[in-house]
């Protein structure tokens, strides 16, 4: 796939992928650049407003990332129960985000999932953020999403929203700092996102897909979906599908590389992530 910018072609309002978020835990996080070595580049992160959690990234070159998350080990277990991957298992892709360059078009988003009429919908955003180990304090806001009862979606069945505050580079600096994007593997940006979702699920997640994303342009057929990035850049397939599953939903992810990268990569003790060339 070329790598040639298209920006030109991504509206102001289109949905990007921002993000996947991968929890580790405490230790493992601490050791990363030494798991990793050979295979990526990890970039500062910071601690995050809430004072539960710190990241690290993996920085692409088409602008999105790799959020590598942590629980802080010194925390009480039942502020950990109550946070959106608190009881969720380390070592394992568990969620992923979208964003938009202005705050102001989330609007439009809602309306339009509101508009499917399946009974999913998105909240209001609420503020966040994180302090980089510099000290530059980043703010956004987090738009997620509810099921028909009323209750916050199963992480990763629906992408959450991250909303920038502060410019964006600052948080996933990929631009001014080009070399936290260059990798060992050869991975350049993220290619395609499954979702293995319950089957009684499924059908009416699609219905929300094809809202969030413009079925005239986007939806390539009734189990996949394009995406934009924010470099505006063609770099591997960039599609979102989602399957099926039989039992408990999972996230299965597949970046962009080039000639030399190696088929797939170990990222943490059994997970496997694809790279296609």
């Known amino acids: 796939m070329s790598g040639?910018?298209?920006?030109?072609?991504?509206?102001?309002?289109?949905p990007l992928l921002d993000h996947i978020v991968i929890l580790v835990g405490?230790?493992?996080l601490t050791s990363i650049d030494e798991r990793l070595d050979g295979l990526f580049?990890?970039?500062?992160?910071g601690r995050h407003a809430d004072g539960l959690t710190w990241n690290r990234l993996i920085l692409f070159e088409d602008g999105s990332y790799i959020e590598l998350i942590a629980f802080f080990e010194?925390?009480?277990?039942?502020?950990?129960?109550?946070?959106?991957?608190?009881?969720?298992?380390?070592?394992?892709?568990?969620?992923?985000?979208?964003?938009?360059?202005?705050?102001?078009?989330?609007?439009h988003i809602q309306e339009q999932v509101s508009g499917a009429e399946t009974g999913y919908a998105?909240?209001?955003?609420?503020?966040?953020?994180?302090?980089?180990?510099?000290?530059?304090?980043l703010n956004w806001?987090?738009?997620?999403?509810?099921?028909?009862?009323?209750?916050?979606?199963?992480?990763?069945?629906?992408?959450?929203?991250?909303?920038?505050?502060?410019?964006?580079?600052?948080?996933?600096?990929?631009?001014?700092?080009?070399?936290?994007?260059?990798?060992?593997?050869g991975a350049r940006g993220v290619s395609r996102i499954l979702i293995e979702a319950p089957v009684g699920d499924s059908?009416?997640?699609?219905?929300?897909?094809t809202a969030i994303y413009d079925p005239k342009s986007a939806r390539i057929n009734k189990d996949e979906w394009l995406f934009h990035v924010p470099s505006g850049a063609r770099i591997g397939r960039q599609t979102i599908s989602m399957a099926g599953g039989s039992g408990e939903q999972v996230i299965k992810l597949a970046l962009a590389?080039?000639?030399?990268?190696?088929s797939s990569v170990e990222l943490l003790p059994g997970l496997i992530v694809k790279i296609e060339n």
């Open 122 to 137: 998105y909240s209001d955003p609420v503020p966040s953020g994180r302090e980089r180990p510099d000290g530059t304090v």
């Open 203 to 209: 059908s009416h997640l699609k219905d929300v897909y």
């Open 41 to 45: 580049t990890v970039a500062p992160g």
């Open 26 to 28: 405490h230790h493992a």
């Open 74 to 107: 010194t925390i009480d277990p039942e502020q950990r129960k109550k946070h959106r991957w608190g009881s969720l298992r380390d070592g394992t892709i568990v969620d992923w985000a979208c964003s938009l360059h202005l705050e102001k078009d989330f609007k």
């Open 141 to 185: 806001s987090i738009g997620a999403a509810m099921s028909p009862d009323g209750t916050p979606v199963f992480p990763g069945t629906l992408p959450f929203w991250c909303l920038d505050r502060t410019p964006r580079e600052l948080r996933v600096p990929y631009e001014s700092s080009p070399e936290l994007t260059s990798h060992p593997s």
């Open 257 to 262: 590389g080039g000639k030399n990268s190696p």
């Open 4 to 14: 040639l910018r298209a920006t030109a072609t991504v509206g102001t309002a289109n």
